[in-house]
């Protein structure tokens, strides 16, 4: 090819399309690489500290609730008893997460 048929320049007259193609495609790929795996991760965390403090609000009322639904219709005079259900209840529910755990494995020195 001689310099004639490719217009005024050595790269043509297609030389601004093919630069913004070539930032286009740049702009796509650090978008994809970069910026959405950033998105992502910085959504996990928002929701799942949402989850987490939801979470924690509904265990402090439903502690609440079972408290009082204890103390005015089961043992009317006896706080103290309602007490001992929901500590009871408690253990219970955390001996049972207790016995669900992973062991934790200790490694042994090599000698």
């Known amino acids: ?3 004639e048929t490719k217009g ?3 790269l043509g007259d297609d030389w601004p399309a093919k630069a913004v193609d070539l930032i286009d495609l740049t702009v796509d790929t650090l978008r994809d690489r970069v ?3 950033i998105i992502l ?3 996990a965390i928002v929701f799942g500290l949402l989850i987490a403090t939801l979470l ?3 265990a402090v009322a439903a502690g609440v609730a079972i408290l009082r639904i204890l103390d005015n219709y089961v043992f009317p005079n006896d706080v103290w008893a309602s007490y001992l ?3 009871a209840i408690v253990t219970v529910v955390g001996l049972l997460v207790w016995t669900k755990r992973s062991p934790h494995r200790v490694d ?3 000698a």
């Open 108 to 110: 042994q020195p090599s």
């Open 41 to 43: 991760v910085g959504r």
């Open 35 to 37: 910026i959405r795996p």
């Open 56 to 58: 924690i609000v509904v």
């Open 1 to 3: 090819m001689s310099d």
């Open 85 to 87: 259900v929901l500590g």
């Open 8 to 10: 005024p320049g050595k």
